[in-house]
C-alpha cells in the first residue's frame, strides 16, 4: 500500500525487509540493585516472553510487568522506531506521499509485534499509531507444517492450571489461535480511538476483493496519485497464491476435520463469528471483512 517498511537484511526477497530489525538486539541502560548502571544488549523476546508468562495476555498493562522488564522493553522499542524512522527519512523515495505525509509512510510489520502492541503504545504515545490486524483462518494455522509459534509461545500465555491446553492437538492450536486473536481485539478496543484499527483478512486480499483493497489503501493514507498504481500490483502479486486459501488444499474429510475441532471450543466457535469464517462450510460469511474499531 506505499508505505515503507525499511530494507534491513536478506530476510526475504521482495518487499518489507524489517523482520530483522524486529529480533535485532538493541542497547538498553538500566540500574541494578545497588542502583549502579547496567548496559546490555536485549532482544525482543527475551523482555515480550518474561511479559507473557507474568502477565499471560496480550492485553496487559505497565502494572502487571517487572520494572526492568517494562524498562528494557520500553527502550528497546524507542531504538526500533527510531532506527526505523531515521532509515525512512534517508531512503524513501515515494514523493507522492509527502503532500501529505512529509517524511512519505512508513510503519512496521512483523507477526509478533502483537505481544509488543502495549510498549509500542507508551513509546509512540497515545493514539499515535494506526494498526492492522491481519487474520488468517485458524483451521489453516492450526494445520500447517510451522508449529513453532505455538510451542514456543503457548507455555507462556496459559497460567499452570490450562497448561494441557499446550498440548499439540489441532483443537488447542485453532483454540490459541482463537483466544489470541480475540484478546489483541480486546486490547485495540480498550485502548485505542475508534477508527486506528482495521480487522482485516488475507482470504480476502488473495481473492482479490478490490473493495477490501481500497479499504486498505484508504486507511493506511495511500496517497491518490499512488493509490491505482499499488492496489493494481498488490491484487496481482495477492492473488496467485489463492489456492492455498480457503480450503482449497484440503481433502473434504480434512476439511470436515478441521471445522469440527473449532465446533468443539466455545471461544473457537466465538472468534470465528467474530472475524466472519464460516463453519458450515469452508469460507467466509462476508464480502470483505476490512473492519474498522
Not at 526477497?13 to 538493541?26: H, P, Q, V
Request: proline content about 2%.
Amino acid at each position: 500500500m506505499g508505505v515503507y517498511q525499511g530494507k534491513f537484511g536478506v530476510t526475504v526477497t521482495k518487499g518489507a525487509r524489517d523482520s530483522k530489525l524486529f529480533i535485532n538486539g538493541f542497547k538498553t541502560q538500566s540500574c541494578d540493585y545497588t542502583n549502579s548502571l547496567v548496559s546490555e544488549v536485549v532482544k525482543s523476546w527475551s523482555f515480550y516472553s518474561r511479559t507473557l508468562a507474568t502477565c499471560k495476555n496480550v492485553d496487559f498493562t505497565k502494572s502487571c510487568v517487572e520494572s526492568n522488564i517494562w524498562n528494557s522493553g520500553v527502550q528497546w522499542t524507542s531504538v526500533l522506531f527510531r532506527t526505523l524512522l531515521n532509515h525512512t527519512i534517508v531512503r524513501t523515495g515515494h514523493s507522492a506521499n509527502k503532500e501529505k505525509f512529509g517524511l512519505g509512510l512508513w510503519g512496521l510489520k512483523h507477526p509478533r509485534s502483537t505481544f509488543v502492541l502495549p510498549y509500542i503504545n507508551y513509546v509512540l504515545g497515545k493514539n499515535r499509531m494506526k494498526y492492522i490486524h491481519v487474520v488468517r483462518d485458524g483451521r489453516d494455522i492450526a494445520s500447517g507444517e510451522n508449529q513453532f509459534f505455538f510451542y514456543q509461545v503457548c507455555k507462556y500465555y496459559y497460567p499452570a492450571n490450562l497448561l494441557h491446553k499446550c498440548d499439540p492437538t489441532v483443537e488447542n492450536r485453532i483454540e490459541f489461535w482463537s483466544r489470541l486473536n480475540l484478546d489483541v481485539i480486546r486490547w485495540v478496543k480498550e485502548t485505542l480511538e475508534p477508527g486506528r484499527v482495521m480487522v482485516l483478512r488475507i482470504e480476502d486480499l488473495v481473492g482479490g476483493n478490490q473493495h477490501c483493497f481500497e479499504a486498505f489503501a484508504d486507511f493506511v493514507g495511500t496517497s491518490e496519485q499512488r493509490k491505482h498504481a499499488v492496489i493494481k500490483k498488490a491484487v496481482r502479486l495477492f492473488t496467485v497464491h489463492a489456492d492455498r486459501y480457503l480450503g482449497n488444499k484440503y481433502t473434504a474429510n480434512e476439511a470436515r476435520y478441521l471445522t469440527q475441532a473449532v465446533k468443539r471450543s466455545a471461544i473457537s466457535k466465538e472468534a470465528f463469528k467474530f472475524f466472519g469464517y464460516r463453519l458450515d462450510e469452508w469460507g467466509t460469511s462476508t464480502n470483505c471483512s476490512a473492519l474498522i474499531l
